[in-house]
């Protein structure tokens, strides 16, 4: 279940959905980069009339490095020998040789949705298209996209994220109270609101406790702060 590789149990089941795999944005500054997902190590271009492709990382030639490639009109140049791949693998230029070979290096689809290119790697008869979920499809929000690597495997994610009470107990609380924090460590206040409804999660009556009413070493971690305790603010109306 841990392992994500092609072949394996998950990777099977993994490989039906699309990935994000980069922020369309970066490849403006950045036209060539390596990605690692699902276990495959792969080189994500856009060449210069801005097609994008996500192909092996390894040259059919002599193996070398394609997140070296260089980005020509027609795909991606290995900067080795300088054979040229499409976004499709195939070899479509052979420098110094008599004939372009029919030579192909893995390649997937890509589409840009949201800001970010999702890229499918699984089988082409399950293909399915990419879901254009609301907050990717809208074009009147503003979007931030940030990655943030995560040194865990995918099955602790997926078990941290659908735990609610970690969820609530941890980031919920911790959020507010390190918030409360900074407005503390102002010198000379000593209580201050600072503006914010409590979160949904501490909403309600038997929820407005005051976090200073509990023994510190009872909160998070995140939420001590030497003799100072955090306190929410109170939530208005509910
Ligand atoms: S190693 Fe890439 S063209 Fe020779």
Known sequence: ????????????????YWWPVAAAADLDSEPVMPVRILG???????????????????CAHRAISLAYGIPQENGLRCCYHGWTYDTAGHVVDMPFEPAC????????????????????????ETQSLLPRWEAFAREDLDTRIRFVPLPSNWVQCMDNSLDPVHFE???????????????????????????????????????????????SDRLPVHARGGNRRARVPDSGAD
């Open 1 to 16: 279940m841990t392992q994500t590789g092609a072949g394996t149990s998950a990777g099977n089941f993994l490989r039906r």
């Open 40 to 58: 495959e190590d792969l080189t994500l271009f856009k060449d210069m009339r801005g097609n994008i492709g996500l192909i092996g990382d390894r």
């Open 101 to 124: 070979l029919p030579l192909k290096v893995k390649a997937y689809p890509v589409e840009v949705l949201g800001g970010l290119v999702f890229a499918y790697l699984g089988p082409p």
């Open 169 to 215: 107990l941890q980031h919920v609380v911790a959020v507010v109270a390190v918030q409360m924090l900074e407005v503390h460590r102002v010198e000379g206040i000593e209580r201050q609101r600072i503006g914010l409804q409590a979160p949904p999660g501490l909403r309600g009556r038997r929820r407005q406790r005051r976090l200073d009413d509990r023994p």
